[in-house]
């Protein structure tokens, strides 16, 4: 596609102007301004949200209406433009639909799963079990505040205790807390949680934790309420719960690092090791190469499921050949790739997609939730550095292919949409009611910012971009105005250099200068300036 009037920075004198108008028609907003540094100019994007305010009847409104909703956004999220206009515009949709979900309380702000009252909420209509989703994806807001207040509510907002229903799901809290972090930086506000940390780590332990060191939980708890190897009463040994309590041990060890806590770092280091050996001896299947559920009974589940690949959302398998053949599933029509996404069970088990419709079934439906997660773990798996792969390119095609297979679900009566979940041959949204209407129970931008573009979050002042875009795909992408360790970044891909005329490749800016290059796609490293 030929786009000579590409989006490009407006003059200084303009782009002054408009910061005037903005100022004069909408509500200030403390948060740092990337507007010195733009390559992308914001108003070349605003049809994306015209669009998704127009969609339909705005029938709920939180903190910020769909009136304000593109000046909110034009202060607060990364801009982002690529040839494929499926991506874009969900990109945008997505988090318009995000900021659906701000609700001011006179505690702070929460994020909310559903827009309409549900009666397994809390306070504010607030359910945890995917908070840890709702910090990872708003972690590239560029005001602090939202998530702040989210954080201390769920850990301190019940007079100074944790709120009595966080722990009504499986949840990897702390884990998500750091990786919130590993962009913001915020030291002084990620050490004063860590007494907080620590004790949740401990209640779990005390609620969850069997003798054998293992965590138990029901299916329903994981919000999987009737999946294949799961039981709403049975106390079954899951890779999800014990994944979680992994990255959160290992999420505190390298808090207390931080705080100088070396004794505490060493004790949750040792509780990581213990949960990961234990994992690959008691949840992994040598025949099926895959983790699975062991039930009470002593026995592995018989069912492979999505949930097989939460061990690598936290980096917590070994490098090996047997645990990587687990990835040959998703591409693997028989496993799980469908046409409208990754099922949540595999499809030649004989109970897949058993257990009824609309009473949220995982067992075997697409479940935007379960694809996140496998598409996070998917994206560690190919940009660790212990990864031994000799087939990089051809699992960045598959990872590529799911995310834009996700990307096109992500629709209803040729208008963007998101909900609980969806038929893997049609594409049909299941429980489509006025409550699962712009669920926000999963991710996509952090999908695309960390995977797609392949911007590494790290503790250290080293930027690391991994794209996992394969080469000959798109010749040229831009993700501009990032908000990462106080600096703003924009990362470039530009094939031939016509389109944004800083040269041919891959580049890397931190405050409008730029600090990276390389003519391929690729790794590329800088040092923070």
Same mark, same amino acid.
Do not use: M
């Given at each position: 596609m030929n786009e000579t009037a590409n989006h490009a920075k407006p003059t200084h004198a303009s782009r002054r102007q408009s910061v005037l108008v903005f100022l004069s028609a909408c509500f200030a907003f403390s948060v740092v301004s990337a507007s010195d540094f733009n390559v992308l100019h914001p108003a070349a994007f605003a049809h994306h949200v015209e669009r998704c305010n127009a969609m339909a009847p705005e029938l709920v409104t939180n903190h910020i209406s769909n009136a304000h909703a593109w000046p909110w956004l034009q202060q607060n999220i990364p801009l982002f433009e690529c040839p494929d206009r499926d991506v874009e515009e969900i990109y945008y949709f997505r988090w318009w639909s995000y900021r659906k979900h701000l609700v001011k309380t006179p505690g702070g702000y929460v994020v909310t799963e559903f827009l309409t009252p549900v009666s397994h909420a809390g306070p504010f209509n607030t359910v945890s079990c995917a908070a840890g989703l709702h910090l990872v994806e708003g972690r590239w807001l560029r005001d602090a505040q939202y998530l702040d207040d989210y954080t201390r509510f769920w850990l301190r907002g019940n007079d100074g205790k944790p709120q009595p229903h966080f722990h009504k799901f499986s949840s990897w809290f702390p884990a998500a807390v750091y990786d919130r972090y590993l962009v913001d930086g915020d030291k002084k506000f990620i050490l004063d949680l860590l007494p907080n940390l620590v004790a949740d780590y401990r209640a779990w332990e005390a609620e969850h934790q069997t003798t054998s060191g293992l965590f138990w939980q029901y299916d329903v708890r994981d919000a999987m309420e009737e999946s294949i190897s799961g039981s709403r009463t049975n106390k079954n040994l899951r890779p999800t719960i014990n994944s979680y309590m992994f990255g959160n041990a290992?999420?505190?060890?390298? +808090?207390? !690092?931080?705080?100088? @806590? /070396?004794?505490?770092? &060493?004790?949750f280091d040792a509780k990581a090791a213990t949960l990961k050996r234990l994992v690959e001896e008691k949840l992994w299947d040598a025949d099926a190469q =895959? =983790?699975?559920?062991? #039930? @009470? %009974?002593? @026995?592995l589940s018989d069912a492979r499921e999505a949930l097989g690949f939460i061990p690598w959302m936290f980096g917590l398998p070994d490098f090996q /050949?047997?645990?990587a053949a687990a990835f040959a599933q998703l591409a693997d029509p028989r496993g799980f790739s469908a046409p409208f996404g990754i099922t949540t069970a595999e499809r030649r088990h004989p109970r897949f997609? &058993?257990?009824?419709?609309?009473?949220?079934? *995982?067992?075997?439906?697409?479940? /935007? =939730?379960?694809? $996140? @997660?496998?598409? &996070?773990?998917?994206? %560690?798996?190919?940009? $660790?550095?212990s990864n031994p792969s000799s087939n990089h390119q051809l699992s960045t095609i598959n990872y590529f292919s799911a995310f834009l297979t996700y990307t096109r679900s992500q629709h209803a009566n040729d208008q963007p949409f998101i909900g609980e979940y969806l038929d893997e041959t049609?594409?049909? *949204?299941? %429980?489509?009611?006025?409550? $699962?209407?712009?669920? %926000? #129970?999963?991710?996509?931008?952090?999908?695309l910012?960390?995977?797609?573009?392949?911007?590494? /979050? !790290?503790?250290?002042?080293?930027?690391? +971009?991994?794209?996992l875009l394969p080469p000959e795909t798109w010749s040229w992408f831009c993700l501009d105005g990032v908000k990462y360790h106080g600096r703003m970044l924009t990362v470039i891909w530009d094939q031939d250099g016509s389109r944004y005329h800083r040269g041919r490749g891959l580049v890397l800016l931190a405050n409008g200068r730029e600090i990276a290059r390389a003519e391929a796609l690729g790794k590329l490293t800088a040092k923070l300036p």
């Open positions: 290992r999420a505190i060890a390298e +808090i207390a !690092r931080l705080a100088k @806590q /070396p004794a505490l770092a &060493s004790e =895959f =983790f699975k559920v062991r #039930h @009470q %009974n002593g @026995q /050949p047997a645990y997609r &058993s257990h009824g419709i609309g009473t949220c079934e *995982w067992d075997g439906a697409i479940w /935007p =939730f379960a694809t $996140s @997660q496998t598409l &996070s773990a998917f994206a %560690n798996y190919l940009c $660790s550095e049609t594409g049909d *949204w299941i %429980n489509r009611n006025g409550r $699962s209407a712009y669920y %926000n #129970h999963s991710t996509y931008a952090d999908l910012i960390t995977g797609i573009v392949g911007l590494r /979050p !790290r503790a250290d002042d080293v930027i690391e +971009i991994s794209p």
